[in-house]
């Protein structure tokens, strides 16, 4: 079971020429509202892999909190585990032509108290709790024995809550941008840092693809997968649930994020934060595409 808790929202997507920038009017080819969030984007993305998923974010009782756990449902996770105590955030998502984006974001309820009360009903049978990186200051000094723990830093502003998280994580995710030059945390010190705290990480680089390090100071680089892109909201989203379903399932890390990578980039090609592909689409297009291997795909 993997456990996911943090961001679902309600997105509102404008497709512009170009992100404007301040003062600049621009007009908008389309606008729309679609379900999206980067952990609920990460929860539907394991799902599709074969997953045991469940989404533990607070939600509203109202009818749009509704059609969004139902549309969760329908992807095969498990939504009991969201209160509806609380409401569904929105966030504004500008798409330039090419796929470059902005996000206006609004915050959520789901706060360490809600984290709290996930990490105990998981600890009861045991499982893997994945976080998007806003959660990362929430998290407790230590984890209940048979709780494991992912986490996508990208979102975490604090460069010491980053490391508090890595140090509890058996497999973080982070944007190099964010890793590198936001917390100057430059390549040399990843193997060290993978070695002290028994971590695995992946740091991804967009067009430039992902860099795996693990524990042992195995270092794995590979370059993105090249597809014609839509747009790349919730491509990132889409990596992870990849990669953490995979590795779940007993899949190497090097060959769960080399799948992550081709998810990724199927992603990019599908209009949405959710275009993730289904597994039999992941399958099909690994087949025809080196250097896959279907053997890696359980």
Do not use: K
Request: hydrophobic share 45%; aromatic share 6%.
């Amino acid at each position: 079971m993997i456990v996911f808790f943090g961001y679902a929202n309600s997105d509102v997507t404008v497709h512009v020429p170009h992100v404007p920038v301040l003062g600049e009017r621009v007009q908008a080819t389309a606008v729309d509202t679609i379900d999206g969030g980067m952990t609920a984007n990460a929860a539907v993305a394991a799902a599709r892999m074969g997953a045991r998923v469940a989404f533990a974010g607070a939600v509203g009782p109202d009818p749009r909190s509704t059609q969004f756990l139902a549309t969760l449902e329908h992807d095969g996770v498990d939504t009991s585990w969201s209160p509806r105590d609380a409401f569904l955030s929105t966030a504004v998502v500008l798409i330039a032509d090419g796929g470059d984006r902005s996000i206006i974001s609004q915050d959520d309820a789901n706060d360490a108290t809600r984290l709290a009360a996930v990490l105990a009903t998981l600890a009861e049978g045991g499982g893997r709790l994945f976080l998007d990186g806003y959660r990362a200051a929430m998290l407790p000094a230590e984890l209940p024995p048979n709780v494991s723990l992912a986490i996508d830093l990208d979102g975490c502003e604090d460069a010491d809550a980053a490391l508090r998280a890595f140090a509890l994580a058996d497999h973080v995710i982070v944007g190099r941008s964010l890793w590198q030059n936001s917390f100057g945390i430059e390549a040399e010190r990843w193997s060290t840092l993978t070695a002290e705290h028994d971590t695995h990480l992946v740091v991804t680089d967009g067009e430039h693809g992902w860099t795996l390090v693990t524990p042992t100071g195995e270092t794995v680089t590979e370059p993105a997968v090249r597809v014609d892109i839509v747009d790349a909201v919730g491509a990132g989203d889409c990596f992870c649930g990849t990669y953490i379903a995979f590795v779940d399932a007993g899949t190497p890390p090097a060959d769960s994020a080399r799948l992550a990578g081709a998810s990724a980039a199927l992603a990019c090609a599908t209009p949405g934060p959710r275009g993730c592909p289904s597994l039999t689409e992941l399958t099909q297009f690994t087949s025809t595409h080196a250097p896959f291997d279907l053997q890696e795909i359980p």
